[in-house]
Nanobody
Framework: QVNLVESGGGSVQPGGSLRLSCVAP???????????MAWYRQASGSEREMVAT???????DYADSVKGRFTITRNNSRKTVYLQMNGLKPEDTAVYYC???????????WGQGTQVSVSL
């Protein structure tokens, strides 16, 4: 299995920032780099939606709602993907999930999720 360990969630005020981290500690480097990584989120009562993705070659994609505010990066040597979230809005409140998608097979593994709450 692809064990994904997330951190960085919390409660912030509107306009604040958070950086989420997701590490795959059980994968060796040569395996980790075969995965595209993604951040999804699921607000209460809503479907899970894509927030940002980054391929193993570094190509990124973002949901329109977060463009210009969120940045996804990966550090393959650390087997870690990050989501820098700036200018947070109340509508960003959700459980954020890290996902690993194998570039060849499409198999997907999700982390446990980390809560992000944005409110006054």
């Amino acid at each position: 299995q692809v064990n994904l360990v997330e951190s960085g969630g919390g409660s912030v005020q509107p306009g604040g920032s958070l950086r989420l981290s997701c590490v795959a500690p059980r994968l060796i480097f040569s395996t980790y780099i075969q995965y595209s990584m993604a951040w999804y989120r699921q607000a209460s009562g809503s479907e899970r939606e894509m927030v940002a993705t980054i391929t193993n070659s570094g190509n990124t994609d973002y949901a329109d709602s977060v463009k210009g505010r969120f940045t996804i990066t990966r550090n393959n040597s650390r087997k870690t993907v990050y989501l820098q979230m700036n200018g947070l809005k109340p509508e960003d409140t959700a459980v954020y999930y890290c996902g690993a998608v194998h570039s060849a097979t499409g198999s997907t593994t999700w982390g446990q999720g980390t809560q992000v709450s944005v409110s006054l």
